[in-house]
């Protein structure tokens, strides 16, 4: 799968495009195929590393906080929400 991968806080050239494994989902949690994906603020304050405290992280998540997405798989026992 591909995902927008941010290697550290900077500019847009710090968000990369990157191939990376597909996740199989632990106990209690599930996989979600993300169909589409924005960037809004929150994900260029994250890039920026603004609230960088707030995550308290030394490396950033992967971008983007808004999605649509559709269940692909599932591990007992799971309560997905929307």
């Known amino acids: 799968m591909y995902a927008a991968v941010l290697t550290k806080y900077g500019p847009p050239d710090v968000l990369a495009w990157s191939e990376i494994a597909v996740p199989e989902p632990g106990p209690g ?13 929150t994900d260029l304050k994250i890039r920026r590393g ?8 030394q490396k950033p998540p992967s971008a983007s ?11 007992p026992p799971n309560r997905a929400r929307a």
């Not at 603004?50 to 992280?57: E, L, S, V």
């Not at 906080?65 to 591990?75: M, R």
């Open 65 to 75: 906080c808004d999605s649509c997405t559709s269940l692909q798989g599932s591990s």
């Open 50 to 57: 603004d609230i960088q405290r707030a995550w308290r992280r």
């Open 29 to 41: 949690q599930i996989r979600i195929r993300v169909l589409a994906a924005g960037v809004g603020p």
